[in-house]
Nanobody, 127 residues
Framework: QVQLVESGGGMVQAEYSLRLSCAVS????????MYWFRQAPGKEREFVGAINWNGRVTYYADSVKGRVTVSRDNAKNMMYLRIHSLQSDDTAVYFC????????????????????WGQGTQVTVSS
């Protein structure tokens, strides 16, 4: 059974930084590309960033490029998202995700290509 569990969310002041974590089990983590999405109130779920299976390739949404970093630790089956200079527009539920195919990466995926989702972690940015 594949499980993705996010953590690290909370209420953060604007301009601060935050690191989210995603713990993965039930699949061979080192062979799967991983993704971060987010969903703000009243909006559709949107892609944030992606990292390939060995951590050497990353992609980011234009809306966050330059402020976020996706990383992973294959020895710990963990993925991370660091967000710098948080803004009110970053308030959302953040989800980690992956597809059902190993050694496959979609640079800017739609939610429809995702096979597994975490439950999400809320990030609220206060001014």
């Amino acid at each position: 059974q594949v499980q993705l569990v996010e953590s690290g969310g909370g209420m953060v002041q604007a301009e601060y930084s935050l690191r989210l974590s995603c713990a993965v089990s039930g699949l061979t983590f080192s062979t799967y590309a991983m993704y971060w999405f987010r969903q703000a109130p009243g909006k559709e779920r949107e892609f944030v960033g992606a990292i390939n299976w060995n951590g050497r390739v990353t992609y980011y949404a234009d809306s966050v490029k330059g402020r976020v970093t996706v990383s992973r630790d294959n020895a710990k089956n963990m993925m991370y998202l660091r967000i710098h200079s948080l803004q009110s527009d970053d308030t959302a539920v953040y989800f980690c995700a992956t597809t059902r195919s190993s050694f496959s990466m979609v640079p800017s995926p739609s939610p429809g290509v995702i096979g597994y989702w975490g439950q999400g972690t809320q990030v609220t940015v206060s001014s």
